[in-house]
């Protein structure tokens, strides 16, 4: 064993000698997507500089009452049936969605992380309690859990988030428990275990930083996934109620004017799929990158 | 060039192209152009009262009509909703007038002219014509109406319509059931009905173009009982087949007995109900259904008025004379002082309302129809004056109020409650909304628990008077306000009471400017009506008071 995995499995800071330069290979997808959702990050955070998206406006529909196409003056992605501006309530919309997007992904990683760490790293009632509990949660159907689940805890975006942690932490979970029943057979966790290291210094030490390639992947993934159940949910009237906008309320109304208002459905089509598309593509950049997976990991030597 | 020479990738890219083709091909929905035909030459010397003419078309065929409830009932003393209406007014029964042209008064149908009337408006001569026929073949005889209208003043029947004849000699206490003698109603002969009133009415020829004043046969009214309600027994240009309530469709077939020779053209009218507007709408584009009963509604106009093809095909504009307003409970001590509901009114951009209708309201600040005929308004309606309003406001030492207003499932009223809510909000006023359900929000209406509350009313009488009389006079039928003003009344029962149209237009008017000044309501537009049907169905009329007008369509 080397000084330096003697000193790691003793949980002792040592200087670490400069790593060999090596040549990771860059990922084109990884920046195509955390650019894509950046920019779109900052379309939702400038959102009130469009205008508010509840205004009902004087010029806002025809004479006869349809809505403004895309281009109309002083309405760039025109308006709704109701007269608002449609980059006004795309830019809040897609606000909420990231808003949930984001809070949903952290609160089901998290739950999901803890509770594969405990099952895979304590003894078998634990492990078997904990994963069964999972395998309720994996069996149950996502949309039809999440309608129901939703007429319990509320309608709000808040209680959107509660539904999608529900939904989506026992995925992370499954993935977080094999990865640390893998890893708890290496050498290096052993060899911890050996010299005396509390379980948590080992799960924190040696087994989280081992995972977080895969943590962020799911992440990554995760956040697409949330993003469609999140906007499917409200596209179907258990998520974030109109007036307020979201993608997925937006994408509802807008489907229903397909044929005479196209744009209603098109801008928040195109503004769910980037969103999707960027979590998707950090996703299989990360995975393509792989500088912080198990093989290339500052613990290698 | 034979299958062995085609390539592999060849194969695929003609499929590909093919395929392609063939999904255009479907894409593109082949619509008959939505203008009507001339038609061939009808033969047909004469047709009774209404729009459009009968100099072309050709027998045979029929249409289908969808509506989206069952009609309440055939009987023409009791239907009342929109498609009991239409049966009776337009399939069934033949009154003794009809209106004239689309917007002319009353003219002889089943009436061999118009009634000669005493100097002093009250004792009507009305001649019949002779060959008029129940749907069994019997002639119809001055007694069919006295029969008719005894029953139809009968409290047993219980009809909605029998306020109106109120002013016949002995009515009052008939429908009171004190006496079972009518003596304003008689049979000089088989071919002659006399009427004395009680006192004049201006709208009285008008009331016997309706159909609950038609001839009604009473050996079938007896025979039939209940059934009479479902299956009767008319004089109408079409006569019932069918009833099923299961399939929800009803059967009407040409009349042979219809007293104008060649007409109805159609063999059959068939109408289907329990289909919501939507599936209408779309069965309407698949050819399975003509017409549509209720015409353009707010849960498809924006569809259709966004589509100019749509629109083109399947709308016909048709002009009837309404009105729409948000109601102000004046019972409320938030909305007793006038100042604040004219404040309301003043405070309302009608224009931008307007357009959340698509095209089935124009803007109009007054509670009589900006195109009422023959009208001469002494007040100017309400437009858009937000200084006006926050004056009135401070005048009334009010400075901000929040009001309830309730709507039920109606689209227009659901988009219209939020333009209030944020055209109000410039004077202080918080509206809070709350949508119902239709039963609900009637029981609301009545317990007095909303603040406003949206109406709309069709004028079924060409006079103004029938939407002030119904909704604004003391205790009317539809003063769903609470509104009270004896100042009101009276010059309501002035008008109904006058012996001319002018004069009784004048005391309407004087009516009408108080109305605007006590402002029980906020007055935001006059209705339109645009009628769909589809390009099939050739000579389409309609007017509001009667619905389709089918003994003159064909197809």
């Known amino acids: ?280 593509l950090i996703a299989e950049g990360i995975n393509r990158r792989n500088s912080l997976s198990e093989r290339q990991s500052w613990l290698d030597i | 060039m034979s299958f062995d020479a085609v390539s592999r990738r060849k194969f695929l890219a003609l499929g590909g192209v093919g395929a392609v083709a063939l999904a255009l091909a479907s894409c593109g929905r082949t619509t008959v152009p939505g203008a009507q035909m001339v038609g061939p030459p009808s033969g047909v010397p004469a047709a009774p009262p209404g729009p459009g003419d009968v100099m072309h078309g050709r027998s045979g065929g029929s249409v289908v009509t969808a509506w989206t409830a069952e009609g309440n009932s055939y009987d023409a003393q009791l239907g009342y909703d929109l498609h009991s209406w239409e049966a009776v007014t337009s399939l069934l029964y033949l009154p003794l007038f009809r209106f004239e042209g689309q917007a002319g008064g009353a003219a002889p149908a089943a ?224 909305l007793a002082d006038p100042r604040v509901r004219q404040a309301l009114n003043w405070a309302t951009d009608k224009d931008q309302l307007a357009k959340y209708s698509r095209g089935l309201q124009k803007s109009w600040g007054a509670i009589i129809p900006e195109d009422e005929p023959d009208y001469q308004r002494i007040v100017p309606p309400y437009s858009y004056d937000l200084t006006r309003a926050k004056a009135l406001l401070k005048d009334a030492g009010v400075d901000s109020l929040e009001l309830e207003f309730f709507c039920n499932d109606d689209d227009y009223w659901k988009s219209a409650s939020l333009v209030l809510q944020q055209q109000w909000a410039e004077i202080n006023v918080d509206l809070n909304i709350t949508t119902l359900s239709n039963a609900a929000f009637w029981t609301a209406l009545d317990n007095g628990e909303a603040d406003v509350f949206g109406r709309q009313f069709y004028q079924v009488q060409p006079t103004g008077l029938d939407i002030l009389a119904s909704n604004f006079v003391t205790g009317a039928s539809s003063n769903f306000q609470g509104y009270s003003n004896p100042r009101v009344d009276d010059l309501a029962g002035r008008s109904l009471a006058s012996l001319t149209r002018e004069e009784s237009n004048a005391h309407l008017a004087r009516a009408e400017a108080l109305v605007a000044e006590d402002a029980p309501g906020v007055f935001i537009g006059s209705l339109q009506f645009y009628a769909m049907r589809s390009p099939r169905v050739q000579n389409y009329q309609m007017r509001a008071e009667t619905g389709t007008y089918y003994d003159r369509i064909w197809v």
């Open chain 2, 111 to 334: 009436a061999a002219a118009l009634p000669e009337i005493s100097e002093d408006g009250t004792r009507y001569v009305i001649r019949l014509r002779p060959d008029v026929k129940f749907h069994n073949g019997r002639p119809v005889v001055a007694d069919d109406y006295v029969y008719a209208w005894r029953r139809l003043l009968d409290p047993a029947t219980e009809s909605w319509a029998s306020g109106y004849f109120g002013s016949i000699v002995g009515s009052e206490d008939y429908l009171a059931g004190i006496s079972t003698a009518l003596p304003g109603v008689y049979a000089q002969d088989d071919l002659t009905l006399i009427v004395e009133l009680s006192a004049p009415d201006v709208t009285f020829t008008s009331l016997m173009a309706q159909p609950y004043a038609a001839a009604l046969p009473r050996e079938e009214v007896e025979r039939l009982g209940e059934e009479f309600s479902r299956t009767p027994v008319g004089n109408g240009p079409f006569m019932i087949t069918s009833y099923d309530t299961k399939n929800r469709r009803s059967v009407f077939v040409r009349s042979p007995y219809y007293p104008w020779p060649g007409l109805p053209f159609l063999d059959e009218v068939v109408y289907r109900w329990g289909i919501d507007p939507s599936m209408q709408f779309l069965q309407l584009q698949n050819g399975d259904v003509d017409i549509l009963g209720e015409g353009l509604t707010p849960t498809i106009a924006e569809r259709v008025q966004g589509n100019p093809e749509l629109r083109e095909t399947y709308t016909k504009f048709i002009p009837v004379l309404g009105a729409g307003w948000a109601a102000l409970n004046v019972a409320t001590d938030k």
């Open chain 1, 1 to 280: 064993m080397s000084t330096i995995v003697a000193a790691a499995v003793r949980d002792e800071h040592v200087e670490v000698p400069a790593k060999p330069t090596k040549t990771v290979r860059r990922s084109k997808l990884l920046y195509i997507g955390l650019t894509l959702l950046g920019l779109l990050i900052l379309f939702a955070a400038v959102a009130p500089l469009f205008g508010s998206p509840y205004v009902l406006h004087r010029d806002g529909l025809t004479d006869l009452g349809s809505p403004l196409g895309i281009l109309s003056p002083g309405h760039l992605a025109g308006t709704d049936s109701l007269g608002r501006d449609l980059l006004a309530r795309s830019a809040s919309g897609l606000r909420a969605t990231l808003v949930i997007a984001i809070a949903a992904n952290v609160t089901s990683m998290l739950v999901g992380t803890v509770v594969g760490l405990i099952a895979g790293s304590f003894g078998p009632v634990v492990q078997q309690g904990l994963m069964r509990v999972v395998d309720v949660f994996l069996s149950i159907p996502i949309v039809l859990s999440g309608l129901a689940l939703a007429s319990i805890v509320g309608r709000g975006m808040w209680g959107i988030v509660v539904v999608v942690t529900a939904l989506y932490w026992a995925w992370t979970a499954r993935l977080v428990y094999g990865e640390v029943l893998r890893l708890r057979g290496r050498g290096f966790v052993e060899a911890a275990a050996v010299h005396g290291v509390g379980k948590l210094t080992i799960l924190r030490r040696h087994i989280l930083p081992h995972i977080s390639t895969v943590l962020l992947n799911i992440a990554a993934l995760n956040g697409a996934a949330v993003v469609v159940i999140g906007a499917g949910l409200s596209y179907l009237g258990a998520g974030i109620q109109p007036p307020q906008p979201e993608l997925g309320n937006l994408l509802a109304s807008g489907s229903t004017a397909i044929d005479y208002a196209p744009h209603l459905l098109l801008v928040p089509l195109v503004l769910t799929i980037a969103t999707v598309l960027s979590f998707v």
